[in-house]
């Protein structure tokens, strides 16, 4: 593939954990994202002209920007110090929402850099960068969001050390309603609370429904991902920050969803679904829901995003 000079792309969101596979599993979702245009200019260098959507939040300083940062980790890595980046940076997903939002920009700006560049890096090779990404922007390296972000799908983080990630099978009519209500709920603090011993009981039951929920995405049986989704370990725990929490999960296994959950750290909220009509139905029903408990919310319903980030006209 030839360089370019100019690059536009799109990351999607996640939603990390699927549920039970808390650090290990992640699924891209097709809405929201981020995206990223990248202009090639004389002057060597990497700066950041423009960041809209983020509530003037997020630096323009690109040693302190994760799009910044991972552009520049690009070019040092392939000693390309001659060339001069211009980037502008759109938010399209809230920010602390559990729904990947600097794991999102994050991609943006890897796979961005390396499709103008020409591609001198595989997908798998930008991965330990993204990992560096995701530890400037939250304080910790995980790759739930980063890694179905960039490759899409549904991902399984098998091993950091090495670093081993693999594409899990996505069963055609899988889709997933997602409901962001408008309270914070940082990610730091919502690691801060776990507990960090768990009882063997409890670890054992957890290690069998994320056996059974890969098992029923090999095999498209979508009552077996129904059971495996649940989450014993972080879900007791993270839950009591999130308003109307048990309510919401009530009216997903009324409506028929296949499971409900958090996303990620919160506040963000996950039903998994067969079918697109039932997840568009199960948002609206959750966001009329919290606005009768004066809580205003975003909702997104989507399929499994197979592509993860892409490059746009």
């Given at each position: 593939?030839?360089e ?13 954990n ?11 979702l ?14 060597p ?24 940062a991972?552009?520049q980790m ?33 991609i943006?700006?890897l796979?961005?850099?390396n ?15 993204a990992?560096k ?8 390296g ?10 899409g ?5 098998r ?14 009519e ?10 914070e ?18 670890a ?7 056996a ?5 995405l090999?095999?498209?049986d ?11 370990l ?12 048990d309510?919401m999960r009530?009216?997903t296994?009324?409506?028929?969803a ?8 919160g ?8 079918g ?17 408990k ?5 909702g ?6 197979a ?7």
């Open positions: 593939m030839k370019k000079d100019t690059v536009h792309v799109f990351a999607p969101a996640t939603s990390a699927f549920i039970c596979g808390y650090d290990i599993l992640g699924v891209a097709n809405e929201p994202g981020d995206e990223v245009r990248l202009k090639r200019v004389d002057k260098g990497v700066t950041i002209t423009k960041i809209s959507g983020d509530n003037g939040l997020l630096p323009l300083d690109p040693d302190k920007n994760t799009v910044g991972c552009v690009i070019l040092q890595h392939l000693k390309r110090h001659d060339i001069g980046i211009e980037i502008e940076l759109y938010k399209k997903m809230p920010i602390g929402s559990g729904l990947g939002s600097s794991a999102a920009s994050t943006a700006g796979f961005a850099i499709r103008l560049l020409g591609e001198p890096l595989t997908k798998q090779e930008l991965l330990p960068f990992l990404g995701e530890e400037l922007a939250c304080g910790h995980h790759a739930d969001n980063v890694a179905p972000s960039l490759l799908g549904i991902t399984l983080i091993s950091y050390h090495p670093l081993e990630v693999i594409n899990l099978p996505v069963p055609k899988l889709c997933c309603s997602i409901i962001f209500p408008h309270v709920v940082p990610t730091r603090a919502a690691r801060q609370i776990l507990r960090t011993k768990v009882e063997l009981k409890n054992v039951t957890q290690w069998g429904n994320i059974g929920l890969v098992t029923g090999f095999l498209e979508y009552d077996l991902i129904s059971r495996s989704l649940q989450d014993d972080i879900e007791p725990t993270r839950s009591i920050l999130i308003p109307e929490f309510a009530q009216i296994k009324e409506f028929g296949l499971g409900f959950g958090i996303s990620g750290s506040p963000s909220v996950v039903a998994f679904t067969k697109l009509e039932k997840a568009k139905e199960i948002t609206n029903i959750l966001q009329s829901f919290l606005k009768t004066n809580i205003e919310s975003n997104y319903s989507s399929s499994i995003n592509h993860g980030a892409t490059e746009l006209p």
